[in-house]
């Protein structure tokens, strides 16, 4: 496939995921539930966690912010269904690296189709607003308290 028809397919699926977000709304059997904020654009993502045998049974997110998040917030949803906090952990993290133009092996079989946002690398004023809701549904899953917890993501966090 040509690199120009790389581009179109990239670029169509994240504004089919940011104008159709998957998983877009709020979870009534919420088990983690985590806000984060990115004060250097000013987005903000609710991510809400069920877990049921050890494993994300259902997700949801709510909030506002640019079309690289939301599209990013979707396929995150779409891809930790079904892991466990320790599946998930790995993806935040491969998911982490890739976004910062880092070699990670296996990053298809990792991430699955949220591996096509591997060209936000390309855009360093977009890593954060890539990365808000991984950060989110990792901190949510971690965070043992099921009430609502507030986050900011500092400057130094990716």
Not at 24 to 44: I, M, S
Not at 112 to 125: H, K, N
Request: glycine letters at 6%; a negative charge; proline letters at 2%.
């Amino acid at each position: 496939m040509g690199l120009s028809r790389l581009d179109n397919l990239y670029r169509q699926m994240i504004l089919e995921h940011a104008s159709h977000p998957h998983h877009h709304g709020t979870l009534k059997n919420a088990d983690h539930q985590l806000e984060l904020r990115n004060p250097t654009c000013g987005d903000v993502l609710v991510v809400q966690v069920a877990m049921k045998a050890s494993k994300v049974s259902d997700v949801a997110f709510s909030g506002s912010g640019c079309t690289i998040s939301q599209a990013s917030a979707s396929m995150m949803t779409d891809e930790v269904i079904g892991k466990t906090a320790a599946q998930v952990e790995q993806m935040v993290v491969t998911f982490s690296k890739m976004v910062t133009g880092d070699s990670v092996d296996n990053v298809d079989d990792i991430l699955g189709d949220a591996a096509i946002l591997e060209g936000v690398a390309q855009f360093p004023a977009r890593i954060k607003c890539a990365t808000l809701a991984w950060k989110a549904i990792y901190q949510a899953i971690e965070n043992d308290n099921k009430e609502s917890t507030i986050g900011l993501m500092r400057h130094d966090e990716l």
